[in-house]
């Protein structure tokens, strides 16, 4: 039962070109996203989020554009350094449901090559 | 910056055997989480913990587990009867504040049941 999807499993990037990294969502309660990236060997780490009353969100070179009818949402980062590099989690939580806690996708391996 | 603190960050262990995991997480926060990620799987949701109680937990953490916060410094995750199964990269986090924005992970500990 995947009620996040990230059906990409990699993506390949070349340097200071955009990353668009996709995340699907089935479950109608989610009301607030949120992006982690993770390096080998450490932890997820809190990148950007965003609630369901916006559509977009901006922190530097990262965005996250939510489209609530498509049930998608994704995260561009412009332009890509070859530090990006990592595992991005896509999670959704239902928390006007009483919930913050987070669901979380499979990943997608971002590679930018310098 | 302030860290969550994973221990150890391997452990193999024979089947059958109890394993605890430690986390000390960050010293002013309140809610306290525990993540599992199967090799090349999604990161799950095992349990959170609140004010020296469980606040959520998932279907996975059955009977066999169990939390507990001993001495107001550390967080731990013990699993009593270990199966191959349970063979994942366990993820502690904690936040200040029910996780609107995102909680801080720690490295994690690899578990490897033999």
């Known amino acids: 039962d995947q009620q996040v999807k990230q059906n990409s499993p990699s993506l390949s990037v070349q340097e200071g070109r955009i990353s668009i990294l996709n995340c699907d969502y089935t479950n109608s309660m989610f009301d607030y996203f949120l992006w982690y990236k993770k390096y080998p060997a450490e932890g997820p780490t809190f990148l950007i989020s965003i609630s369901s009353i916006k559509d977009k969100n901006e922190d530097g070179r990262f965005t996250v554009f939510l489209n609530k009818s498509a049930k998608h949402l994704s995260l561009h980062i412009v332009p890509s350094q070859p530090g990006d590099s990592a595992v991005y989690f896509c999670?959704?939580?239902?928390?006007?449901?009483?919930?913050?806690?987070?669901?979380f996708g499979r990943g997608t391996s971002l590679i930018v090559h310098p | 910056e302030p860290e969550v603190t994973q221990t150890p960050s391997h452990q193999v262990t024979q089947m059958g055997q109890e394993v605890i995991l430690r986390c000390v997480p960050i010293?002013?926060?309140?809610?306290f989480y525990w993540y599992r990620q199967i090799l090349g799987q999604k990161v799950e949701f095992l349990v959170s913990?609140?004010?020296?109680?469980?606040?959520?937990k998932s279907e996975i953490f059955d009977d066999q587990f169990s939390v507990e916060r001993p001495d107001g410094s550390n967080f731990t995750l013990k699993i009593r009867s270990t199966k191959l199964e349970d063979s994942a990269m366990y993820f502690c986090?904690?936040?200040?504040?029910?996780?609107?924005?995102?909680?801080?992970f720690g490295s994690g500990t690899r578990l490897t049941v033999v």
């Open positions: 010293s002013n926060h309140l809610y």
């Open positions: 913990f609140y004010n020296n109680e469980i606040s959520e």
């Open positions: 986090a904690s936040s200040d504040r029910a996780a609107n924005y995102g909680y801080t």
């Open positions: 999670a959704a939580s239902a928390v006007s449901g009483g919930s913050y806690i987070p669901t």
